[in-house]
């Protein structure tokens, strides 16, 4: 079993509307991350969480340590937030500070 | 300031054949780390170093080498590469200080035929 689980794994939406990915974890972590990926392939990061809810425009990520989960909320969809959305999380107690990744969510909102 | 940059952006080689890929900052991160992106996968450590003249292994190091002699700079070697080795890789950069944000390259796809 994956250390990190995203669902689902693909997403199609209508412009407009709200979306929301899940994201589980099951190991203890430091921090989890929400990344986004474009056509074309760079990653960018979108929030860093350790505890409670981010906003950045319309986008919202919520953790519940105690659950180990995660969710990225998307408000009033465009399509130009069509793009692979990862959860990844830093597992606590290690030196080397890298990411475990989950396999993303395809999210294609149309027109 | 560019950031994390990656040479080359594409490549295909044979099986056998070696290269090199080079991942470069100008941000002075001490944590540098290579990824490996495959279809259905997340995003898997190859290897990744924690200052110059440093390297380590991560979860998927066989067939690949890693030297880290300039701060700025993180190669990653294939001797011999493999049907297998195909799949985009990914470098990124951590600064090592009170953030745990790290910064990605553009990513190198890689074909071995």
């Known amino acids: 079993k994956n250390e990190v689980e995203q669902s689902p794994q693909n997403l199609t939406a209508q412009e407009g509307e709200f979306i929301t990915i899940n994201c589980s974890y099951s190991?203890?972590?430091?921090?989890l991350h929400w990344l986004q990926q474009h056509p074309g392939g760079g990653i960018v990061s979108l929030f860093m969480?350790?505890?409670g809810k981010k906003k950045h425009g319309r986008l919202i990520a919520t953790i519940n340590i105690q659950e180990k989960h995660s969710s990225l909320h998307i408000t009033a969809s465009h399509p130009r937030d069509s793009a692979v959305y990862i959860c990844?999380?830093?597992?606590?107690?290690?030196?080397?500070?890298?990411?475990?990744f989950g396999s993303g969510t395809r999210l294609q909102v149309q027109p | 300031n560019a950031g994390v940059t990656q040479t080359p952006k594409f490549r295909v080689l044979k099986t056998g054949q070696s290269m090199t890929l080079l991942c470069a900052q100008d941000?002075?991160?001490?944590?540098m780390y290579w990824y490996r992106q495959d279809p259905g996968m997340g995003l898997r450590l190859i290897h990744y170093s924690v200052g110059e003249g440093t390297t380590a292994k991560g979860e998927v190091p066989d067939g690949y080498n890693v030297s880290r002699l300039k701060k700025q700079n993180f190669l990653l070697g294939l001797e011999s590469a493999a049907p297998s080795q195909t799949s985009v890789y990914f470098c990124?950069?951590?600064?090592?200080?009170?953030?745990?944000?790290?910064?990605f390259g553009p990513g190198t796809r890689l074909t071995v035929l």
């Open positions: 969480l350790s505890s």
């Open positions: 190991v203890g972590i430091s921090a």
């Open positions: 990124a950069t951590l600064r090592g200080k009170g953030t745990d944000t790290q910064y």
């Open positions: 941000m002075n991160h001490e944590y």
């Open positions: 990844a999380v830093r597992i606590h107690n290690t030196g080397r500070r890298a990411l475990t």
